[in-house]
């Protein structure tokens, strides 16, 4: 009874550490996913790390006699400590496999962790537990199931462990739990967007994007561009190939435009009272608008950009905020990272209205990769950038006629400009302000596969006279 006892105790004991060991673990972030050949051109390596656990959103790839190999990159060395791995048809039959990490990625220097099957009877996450190792890369090797198939399916992995070693790939914050976002709820739930509507790259009919109104998207609307990640994110993706919003526009977005109307569809779009002005128009027509002057926030990581193009100029270059007015733009602001750096740069154009001739001036903030006209002056990597799934905020604040941008990190200020407007032109009433975020892609020279995705943890918009 004794050695009953003793066991039962010791048994218990090696269970407390196995949960202390899983809880005290943080999501830490994949910065890339690929494979070793075999995948499905629809179903990539890509969508086991989309926050997205689904049959429609998964890696595929075909063995032909051979495993087959997933690869995942953590952006730097971590202290790893266990894998999350959900199986398509996973609750129909059975995998055996191997994970191997890696500090470098040669062909040499992959550990196995990990050796066994997956259980066969759940299609949801499940957890493969291994002594606490350091690795950068994670391959998932996959030999053969119970069903006989050649084909491979993964819908989403997850990998934990000690983020001390750094903020996650790159700087971010992994695993994030210090917004109060809820990975179960559609977008609207963790943010107000009933004054927002959304483009999405996807035609519904007249050969355009696709635009879901407020009302809409404030209902719990998700698809497969916009929706909540795993750490509760509001994601945004958006491929090289998809429809545009006009004819007059070169690139696809994923991207939310300002509705200070806030589902009232007796307000126009474009009318006074779903938009805002600056304070330098004449205060006699100031309470014609929705709000005057304005502050757009946001905290963000962007999680991928194009790769595939060799034009400089375009690849890895993305938009994450914009003022636009009727015509023009008074700002966009850039986040660029080329193929061969490991950091991005952070720019943006400041655009006169065409009243004053339409023209641009370009403003580095982080890096110096374009000049005045938006000419790149340097590929280099930028020493103060940021990486991808490195948080960020942004601040874009209209002040009158000052145009003050701000970029900030963990609470400290990265850099800041301002930019006085009192020439630019939109000191009168026609010119009517709205804020964007998410991605406004700037390149159409990759592959039509190529992509960029970002996740989105803080967003605000605010005005004088707008009580929201």
Do not use: C
Request: hydrophobic fraction near 30%; proline fraction near 1%.
């Amino acid at each position: 009874m004794v050695n009953g006892m003793n066991r039962m105790k010791i048994s218990s004991l090696a269970a407390l550490l196995i949960f202390s060991s899983v809880a005290n673990a943080a999501q830490l972030n994949i910065a890339e996913a690929s494979d070793w050949g075999g995948a499905h051109n629809i179903y990539p390596a890509a969508n086991v790390i989309d926050g997205v656990a689904t049959w429609e959103s998964r890696w595929a790839a075909v063995d032909s006699g051979n495993e087959v190999n997933l690869v995942l990159d953590l952006g730097t060395v971590k202290s790893l400590k266990y894998v999350k791995i959900a199986w398509g048809k996973g609750d129909q039959l059975s995998n055996r496999f191997e994970i191997r990490v890696s500090t470098d990625g040669s062909s040499t220097s992959w550990n196995k962790v990990y050796s066994g099957s997956s259980s066969g009877s759940s299609a949801n996450l499940e957890t493969y537990d291994f002594d606490e190792i350091q690795a950068r890369w994670i391959r998932i090797k996959v030999f053969d199931n119970t069903a006989n198939s050649d084909w491979t399916n993964i819908m989403e992995v997850q990998a934990f462990g000690d983020d001390s070693s750094g903020t996650g790939s790159g700087g971010s914050n992994s695993g994030v739990t210090d917004y109060d976002l809820d990975a179960t709820k559609a977008p609207s739930s963790n943010f107000d967007l009933l004054d927002w509507y959304l483009s999405i790259p996807l035609d519904k009919g007249d050969g355009y994007a696709t635009s879901i109104k407020e009302n809409e998207l404030a209902a719990s609307y998700e698809d497969d561009f916009f929706y909540t990640g795993s750490d509760g994110g509001m994601v945004f993706y958006t491929p090289v190939k998809g429809y545009k919003t006009s004819e007059n526009t070169k690139y696809v977005r994923t991207e939310l435009r300002e509705m200070l109307r806030r589902g009232d569809t007796s307000k126009s779009t474009s009318g006074a009272e779903n938009n805002w002005a600056f304070s330098s128009i004449s205060s006699g027509v100031q309470s014609d608008f929705a709000g005057i002057d304005g502050t757009l926030k946001a905290t963000l990581a962007v999680n991928h950009v194009t790769t595939t193009s060799s034009n400089d100029e375009q690849v890895g270059r993305i938009v994450v905020g914009q003022i636009h007015a009727k015509n023009n733009e008074p700002i966009r602001l850039y986040y660029h990272k080329l193929p061969n750096n490991s950091k991005g740069a952070i720019y943006f154009a400041h655009e006169t209205s065409k009243s004053d001739g339409g023209n641009e001036t370009w403003y580095n903030l982080l890096g110096s990769m374009v000049n005045s006209s938006g000419s790149l002056s340097s590929t280099s990597n930028p020493s103060d950038g940021i990486e991808l799934n490195e948080e960020f905020s942004y601040d874009i604040t209209v002040n009158g006629d000052s145009l003050i941008v701000t970029i900030s990190q963990d609470g400290s200020q990265l850099a800041k400009k301002t930019i006085d407007m009192s020439g630019s032109g939109y000191d009168d009433a026609s010119n009517y302000m709205y804020f964007k975020a998410g991605i406004y892609l700037q390149d159409n020279t990759s592959n039509d596969d190529d992509y960029a995705k970002a996740t989105f943890y803080e967003l605000s918009n605010t005005h004088d006279n707008y009580s929201y």
